[in-house]
């Protein structure tokens, strides 16, 4: 036996749970690393914006010096202004003095004469001094950030006359601790989210594949024992996996089923075999110790063997007519048979064969019917019936054959007025093998077959076969099969 592998992770569960989750985690991280940067570039605007106000604001406080620069005059005018008149345009932060408001947002300014000397900064910075005759503004990178450098002309307000320049080096240390914090909870929340997306995965295809998996446990079971009782749990939700789980569990009935006729078949076989072997085999141990020398024993002997061998070549036979029965609907698909012709000609058989009995028809059909069914087959069936009618009448000998058509149906009706059965037995006597009492039945030559094959032929040609029956007062039995509309046969065209 394969040995099972469980939770195999090449199963379709595993498969789905896994792109899902993926797919999840993909989903999540592309918008959020979309967002990130939106936000990033959008600060970075910010700060650019920021700079250049910044340039322009200083440009034009220190424009109002309108001398020639001096150290003392630098250094007094960012003294003497703060915040709020500085950043022009700017959110103001209140009256806060400029230069420790440039210190926290890690902006440095530098002043230069004319002629390019350092006059004053807020900081020590390592930047060149380009002496540029246009305001300037471009990136750069310090210590492997990014930060703006801006620059310009210092003009007089009085008549635009040169002071000196003025650079800006501007850190970006708000736009970096923002970006710098955004980012770590993007990683935070991005392995977070691929546990979520794990298990949100997993969870919806083990889910949605719960029934795949009762499927092959299912399977497991029946595998191990072919006569298990366990079925796929059809869940209360409709769905093609309900579908499919209720086709299943009707195709494991019908294989139970199965089983167990075959395995009641072969042991009601052997069962039956058995008494006509040992009878044979007791006659042959009789005729070999001394029943040879007797020519009464040795007569009586052979005639005995003779019956019983005969009942094993009928019933033998019998079972190759049932199992054959079982089959029609394959190989009989386009057989038809005149039905009023086979009743008739069946009826005056009968008559013929027991003269001693009274047989009655009641035709009630004024054309042919045709049926899809092979004739010998509709023969048989008919005279399974007419044969036990005759074979379980007891004082009347009197047997009524009727045929007659409903609907699209056409039904014939065979009625003894025998022995007839009780209510339990007529449930029976369609099941193989059944005889209502053993002894007179095999003292009659029956098998308890003939019936079963009846009925699995007529549900083979889609028709069907009733009882009704009186204890001590008789039975009637009806079959009734499609009549077959609109044909017209050979000869008639
Ligand atoms: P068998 O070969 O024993 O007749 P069947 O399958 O034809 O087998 O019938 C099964 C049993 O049904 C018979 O053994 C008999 O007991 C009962 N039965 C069948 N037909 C009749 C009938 N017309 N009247 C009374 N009992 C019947």
């Given at each position: 036996?394969?040995?099972?592998?469980?939770g195999?992770?090449?199963?379709?569960?595993?498969?789905?749970?896994?792109?899902?989750?993926?797919?999840?985690?993909?989903?999540?991280?592309?918008?959020?690393?979309?967002?990130?940067?939106?936000?990033?570039?959008?600060?970075?605007?910010?700060?650019?914006?920021?700079?250049?106000?910044?340039?322009?604001?200083?440009?034009?406080?220190?424009?109002?010096?309108?001398?020639?620069?001096?150290?003392?005059?630098?250094?007094?005018m960012?003294?003497?202004?703060?915040v709020?008149?500085?950043?022009?345009?700017l959110?103001?932060?209140?009256?806060?003095?400029?230069?420790?408001?440039?210190?926290?947002?890690?902006?440095?300014?530098?002043?230069?004469?004319?002629?390019?000397q350092?006059?004053?900064?807020?900081?020590?910075?390592?930047?060149?001094?380009?002496?540029?005759?246009?305001?300037?503004?471009?990136?750069?990178?310090?210590?492997?950030l990014?930060?703006?450098?801006?620059?310009?002309?210092?003009?007089?307000?009085?008549?635009?006359?040169?002071?000196?320049?003025?650079?800006?080096?501007?850190?970006?240390?708000?736009?970096?601790?923002?970006?710098?914090?955004?980012?770590?909870?993007?990683?935070?929340?991005?392995?977070?989210?691929?546990?979520?997306?794990?298990?949100?995965?997993?969870?919806?295809?083990?889910?949605?594949?719960?029934?795949?998996?009762?499927?092959?446990?299912?399977?497991?079971?029946?595998?191990?024992?072919?006569?298990?009782?366990?079925?796929?749990?059809?869940?209360?939700?409709?769905?093609?996996?309900?579908?499919?789980?209720?086709?299943?569990?009707?195709?494991?009935d019908?294989?139970?089923?199965?089983?167990?006729?075959?395995?009641?078949?072969?042991?009601?076989?052997?069962?039956?075999?058995?008494?006509?072997?040992?009878?044979?085999?007791?006659?042959?141990?009789?005729?070999?110790?001394?029943?040879?020398?007797?020519?009464?024993?040795?007569?009586?002997?052979?005639?005995?063997?003779?019956?019983?061998?005969?009942?094993?070549?009928?019933?033998?036979?019998?079972?190759?007519?049932?199992?054959?029965?079982?089959?029609?609907?394959?190989?009989?698909?386009?057989?038809?048979?005149?039905?009023?012709?086979?009743?008739?000609?069946?009826?005056?058989?009968?008559?013929?064969?027991?003269?001693?009995?009274?047989?009655?028809?009641?035709d009630?059909?004024?054309?042919?019917?045709?049926?899809?069914?092979?004739?010998?087959?509709?023969?048989?069936?008919?005279?399974i019936?007419?044969?036990?009618?005759?074979?379980?009448?007891?004082?009347?000998?009197?047997?009524?054959?009727?045929?007659?058509?409903?609907?699209?149906?056409?039904?014939?009706?065979?009625?003894?007025?025998?022995?007839?059965?009780?209510?339990?037995?007529?449930?029976?006597?369609?099941?193989?093998?059944y005889?209502?009492?053993?002894?007179?039945?095999?003292?009659?030559?029956?098998?308890?077959?003939?019936?079963?094959?009846?009925?699995?032929?007529l549900?083979?040609?889609?028709?069907?076969?009733?009882v009704?029956?009186?204890?001590?007062?008789?039975?009637?039995?009806?079959?009734?099969?499609?009549?077959?509309?609109?044909?017209?046969?050979?000869?008639?065209?």
């Amino acid at each position: 036996m394969p040995t099972k592998k469980r939770g195999n992770p090449k199963s379709i569960r595993w498969k789905w749970g896994f792109l899902l989750s993926i797919a999840f985690f993909l989903l999540y991280f592309l918008s959020a690393l979309l967002m990130l940067n939106v936000y990033k570039s959008y600060q970075y605007d910010q700060q650019k914006n920021e700079a250049e106000n910044l340039l322009y604001s200083v440009q034009s406080a220190l424009s109002e010096i309108d001398t020639k620069l001096s150290v003392n005059s630098v250094e007094s005018m960012f003294e003497k202004i703060s915040v709020s008149t500085v950043t022009k345009g700017l959110q103001s932060v209140g009256n806060y003095p400029f230069l420790e408001d440039l210190k926290s947002r890690g902006a440095n300014i530098r002043v230069f004469d004319t002629d390019g000397q350092l006059l004053y900064e807020t900081q020590k910075s390592y930047t060149t001094f380009i002496k540029n005759p246009d305001t300037y503004l471009r990136e750069t990178k310090l210590n492997d950030l990014e930060a703006f450098v801006a620059g310009g002309p210092i003009l007089s307000q009085e008549d635009s006359f040169l002071l000196g320049y003025v650079q800006i080096v501007f850190r970006l240390n708000d736009y970096h601790k923002v970006v710098s914090q955004m980012t770590q909870y993007f990683w935070l929340v991005t392995a977070l989210v691929l546990v979520l997306s794990a298990a949100a995965g997993y969870g919806i295809a083990f889910y949605f594949f719960r029934p795949i998996k009762q499927m092959v446990d299912t399977m497991d079971a029946i595998e191990e024992d072919t006569l298990s009782e366990t079925r796929i749990k059809i869940s209360k939700s409709k769905d093609e996996f309900t579908d499919l789980s209720v086709h299943i569990n009707g195709l494991l009935d019908k294989m139970a089923l199965y089983v167990t006729q075959q395995k009641q078949f072969v042991e009601d076989v052997s069962h039956e075999l058995r008494t006509p072997t040992a009878i044979v085999e007791g006659h042959l141990k009789l005729l070999n110790r001394w029943g040879k020398e007797d020519p009464q024993i040795l007569d009586e002997s052979l005639a005995a063997s003779l019956t019983e061998i005969q009942r094993m070549k009928t019933l033998v036979q019998e079972m190759l007519d049932l199992s054959r029965a079982e089959q029609v609907e394959m190989h009989y698909k386009n057989e038809v048979t005149p039905i009023r012709n086979v009743v008739l000609h069946t009826f005056h058989n009968f008559k013929m064969l027991y003269p001693d009995f009274v047989f009655n028809l009641d035709d009630d059909l004024s054309r042919e019917i045709y049926v899809n069914i092979y004739r010998n087959h509709f023969e048989q069936i008919l005279v399974i019936l007419m044969d036990n009618a005759v074979k379980y009448s007891t004082d009347r000998h009197e047997i009524h054959l009727s045929i007659s058509e409903s609907m699209s149906y056409v039904q014939i009706a065979i009625q003894d007025f025998g022995e007839g059965m009780s209510q339990e037995d007529q449930q029976k006597i369609f099941s193989r093998f059944y005889r209502v009492d053993k002894a007179r039945s095999r003292n009659k030559g029956g098998n308890g077959l003939g019936l079963s094959i009846a009925k699995e032929l007529l549900e083979g040609y889609k028709g069907d076969i009733t009882v009704e029956s009186v204890l001590g007062h008789g039975s009637v039995f009806r079959i009734q099969l499609p009549i077959l509309k609109n044909y017209v046969p050979d000869e008639e065209l």
